[in-house]
């Protein structure tokens, strides 16, 4: 069975900084690439970060410079670094683990709330 669990989500002061985790488990991590995509109240899921096997990143052009993601293939975990915070990231995170089309899977997200 395929987790994906995210945690490291709350309150974050703008300009601050939060840090989220995704432990995955039932997959074999090394092989697939890792993505954080997020989905703001009344808004699409939108693509925040992915991470190759290989470790090439990928990042939305609202966070470049902001966000960072990486990966620790021993502990089977992504993570998303999210520096210079705003209240326009303030949404629900969520992992993401992709292979093929028909090999995707997801987390259950974990709420971001950016304010002061």
């Known amino acids: 069975q395929v987790q994906l669990v995210e945690s490291g989500g709350g309150l974050g002061q703008p300009g601050g900084s939060l840090r989220l985790s995704c432990a995955a488990s039932?997959?074999?991590?090394?092989?697939?690439?890792m993505g954080w995509y997020r989905q703001a109240p009344g808004k699409q899921r939108e693509l925040v970060a992915t991470?190759?096997?290989?470790?090439?990143?990928n990042y939305a052009d609202s966070v470049k410079g902001r966000f960072t993601i990486s990966r620790t293939n021993a502990k089977n975990t992504v993570y998303l670094q999210m520096n210079s915070l705003k209240p326009e990231d303030t949404a629900v995170y969520y992992c993401?683990?992709?292979?093929?089309?028909?090999?995707?899977?997801w987390g259950q997200g974990t709420q971001v709330t950016v304010s002061s």
């Open positions: 993401n683990a992709e292979f093929t089309s028909t090999s995707r899977f």
């Open positions: 039932g997959i074999v991590f090394r092989i697939y690439t």
């Open positions: 991470i190759s096997s290989g470790g090439n990143t």
